[in-house]
C-alpha cells in the first residue's frame, strides 16, 4: 500500500503544479507497490519525472525571483541526489533500502507540498495575476 496518495490537501490551486504533482504522487505509489524485479526500472522513471518537477519549478523560481528559491532549490538538489545513491543501491540489489527511501520521500513530499510548493504556487498565482493586468 502506498505511503502517499493524491488528495485534496495536495491540492495548491495552480494547476501545472498540481499536475506535476499528482504525476509524481502516482509514480512514487507505482514505486512503492511494484514487484522487486521492476524497482530499480521504476526508480530511474520516478527520478527522470523528479527532475523534470523540480527543473520546472527551479525555473519558475529564478524568472520570477522568488524570495525562498534559495532554500527550495537546495532541497530539490539534496533529495535528487539521495534519489540518485537510491538507484545504485535497487540496481544492486537492494530491494528493502530503497523501498524505505521511497517511503520517506513520500513523506517528505507531502511536507514539501504543504509548506514550501504551497508558497511558490501562491506566489506564481499572485504572478501571472500581476503580469495579466493591462499596463
Do not use: Y
Not at 514487484?35 to 521504476?42: I, K, Q, S, V, W
Not at 519549478?57 to 522568488?66: A, I, L, P, Q, Y
Request: aromatic share 6%; charged share 25%; with cysteine.
Amino acid at each position: 500500500m502506498p505511503t502517499l496518495n493524491w488528495s485534496d490537501t495536495l491540492v495548491l490551486d495552480f494547476a501545472p503544479m498540481d499536475d506535476m504533482h499528482r504525476d509524481f504522487v502516482n509514480m512514487l505509489a507505482n514505486v512503492e507497490t511494484c514487484p522487486d524485479a521492476e524497482l530499480a526500472t521504476r526508480w530511474d522513471a520516478l527520478i527522470q519525472r523528479t527532475q523534470a518537477l523540480f527543473g520546472r519549478e527551479d525555473t519558475w523560481m529564478k524568472s520570477t525571483h522568488f524570495s525562498s528559491e534559495p532554500n527550495h532549490t537546495l532541497q530539490h538538489r539534496v533529495v535528487l541526489n539521495v534519489m540518485r545513491e537510491g538507484l545504485g543501491l535497487a540496481r544492486n540489489g537492494d530491494n528493502t533500502e530503497v523501498r524505505g527511501m521511497a517511503a520517506e520521500l513520500a513523506r517528505w513530499f507531502a511536507k514539501h507540498i504543504q509548506s514550501l510548493d504551497a508558497a511558490l504556487a501562491l506566489h506564481m498565482r499572485r504572478h501571472l495575476e500581476v503580469s495579466a493586468k493591462p499596463v
